[in-house]
């Protein structure tokens, strides 16, 4: 298991070619592979987190419940789970909806070139706090209001986030 500072680099297939550093993957077009979570609660709610000024990129934006990097030897699956719980301080089950392709470049001159995996699931206990190093707030938000609110202001969300939630609604 590395320290989080090797990401995974893949194909257009998800095949893993090799690992690279962090930084430098994302201040060049390096293809890497990702996972995001989106877990809702029983009344269709869906959980965002903003992330922390901390982060190296898209700080104080809101996105899904949480996202990362797997390591090389780590499965996409136990990688959601991991992540999950070192952002939002709890675990669930998990199930993987679908996987796409993307590209971002960030105001810092990061880029993020990413083939994702998405995982999604109901919980409905109580979020009782946050890790305050990855996650500035955290908020629970009907899809109707969610999806108004990012077409006044798209600008306070992740890129990713809103492919991710584009496809999600196209396949509900």
Same mark, same amino acid.
């Given at each position: ?39 809702f ?30 390591? +090389?030897?780590?499965?996409?699956? /136990?990688?959601?789970?991991?992540r999950?719980?070192?952002?939002? @301080? !709890?675990?669930?089950? &998990? ?29 409905d ?17 009907? +899809?109707?209001?969610?999806?108004? /609110? ?9 890129? @990713? !986030?809103?492919?991710? &939630? ?7």
């Open positions: 298991m590395n320290t989080g500072n090797l990401m995974v680099l893949v194909d257009d297939n998800d095949k893993v070619i090799w690992t690279w550093e962090k930084m430098d993957i994302h201040r060049k077009w390096i293809l890497h592979r990702a996972i995001s979570v989106l877990i609660n029983s009344k269709w709610k869906m959980l965002l987190q903003q992330r922390a000024l901390s982060k190296y990129h898209c700080w104080w934006l809101w996105t899904n419940a949480t996202c990362t990097h797997p390591y +090389l030897d780590e499965e996409v699956l /136990d990688a959601a789970h991991r999950l719980q070192e952002e939002m @301080w !709890f675990d669930t089950a &998990l199930e993987e909806i679908f996987q796409f392709q993307y590209i971002a470049k960030f105001d810092n001159g990061l880029i993020e070139n990413e083939y994702d995996h998405v995982f999604k699931w109901v919980y206990w109580e979020i009782t706090s946050v890790n305050p190093d990855e996650v500035n707030d955290y908020k629970w938000i009907d +899809l109707k209001t969610l999806i108004n /609110d990012i077409e006044k202001n798209p600008s306070r969300y992740t890129e @990713w !986030f809103k492919i991710i &939630l584009n496809k999600y609604i196209e396949l509900n």
